[in-house]
């Protein structure tokens, strides 16, 4: 690894390189110090708790470094993973529900679909997708497993049922206790999430104030490019007539419409 010239000057300004010297051969730890990996106890009886004793040239110099050992990296990865599925919002029904779980016997073109637009991390340019069935299809269980591709990548993705996320906004408004001003503000959360899951859009109760509090959250993400992926019971074309000209006006541009197909699989499910 070499620094460019402006981080090499920076370097020398506070003092790096005085500060850190080059190994010599004679001050290296031997690698036979690590611990034996062919035998590992696991990381709780490790001696070093998962770092290997390696070397590695920093700009031109050799210095010895500790490195994680495979099975820690595995292990960050899915604790991280672990920890980004239990702050998305996902409902305790859906927390198993992924892409090797789901019958996409009826929908393979359009599953086919959604995993390229995971692959090539479509997400990053603002672009979402809009997932339109009838009811019980599998549109939220698809959803869900999208959550889960996403927490691998270490991506911070909300997943929120609207009809219920509006519910909350609105009760924020009524909140009168010590603590309200230290929490984080659902709306807020929404709006600057990396990826925003929006499930059952257009089966909220439709207001002036629902209609308007959707149009500010669906207007930020798309000025700010920030993918959304809604399910909803109705297509695109519904969503004009429900929500209004200005809301699908912007899914439009945001997200590209998939259709799911299929019978009710919740009673399915159940049995």
Request: with cysteine; charged share 30%.
């Amino acid at each position: 690894m070499e620094f460019p010239d402006e981080m090499r000057e920076f370097l020398n300004n506070i003092g790096f390189y005085e500060k850190i010297k080059d190994l010599k051969p004679e001050d290296w730890q031997d690698n036979d110090d690590n611990p034996k990996c062919d035998s590992c106890p696991g990381l709780v009886r490790c001696p070093t708790k998962g770092y290997l004793i390696t070397h590695e040239e920093i700009d031109g110099r050799i210095y010895q470094v500790y490195a994680k050992c495979p099975k820690l990296k595995m292990f960050e990865i899915q604790l991280r993973y672990s920890r980004n599925i239990r702050t998305s919002g996902l409902p305790k029904a859906y927390m198993n529900k992924t892409f090797d779980n789901f019958d996409a016997s009826l929908n393979e073109k359009a599953i086919e679909r959604i995993k390229e637009y995971l692959k090539n991390k479509e997400w990053r340019r603002g672009y979402g997708l809009f997932i339109t069935g009838s009811v019980g299809c599998g549109k939220t269980h698809i959803a869900s497993a999208i959550v889960h591709e996403l927490a691998k990548e270490n991506i911070y993705t909300l997943f929120v049922v609207v009809p219920d996320f509006l519910d909350e906004i609105r009760s924020s408004y009524y909140e009168d206790d010590e603590d309200y001003y230290d929490r984080e503000n659902p709306f807020d959360l929404a709006k600057q999430s990396t990826v925003l899951v929006l499930d059952d859009l257009g089966t909220e109760k439709i207001t002036e104030w629902a209609r308007e509090k959707l149009l500010q959250l669906i207007n930020y993400r798309m000025n700010y490019q920030l993918a959304t992926i809604i399910t909803s019971n109705l297509s695109m074309s519904e969503i004009s007539e429900r929500l209004g000209e200005r809301i699908h006006s912007r899914l439009k541009a945001m997200c590209e419409e998939i259709r799911i197909t299929g019978k009710d699989r919740r009673g399915q499910e159940r049995g």
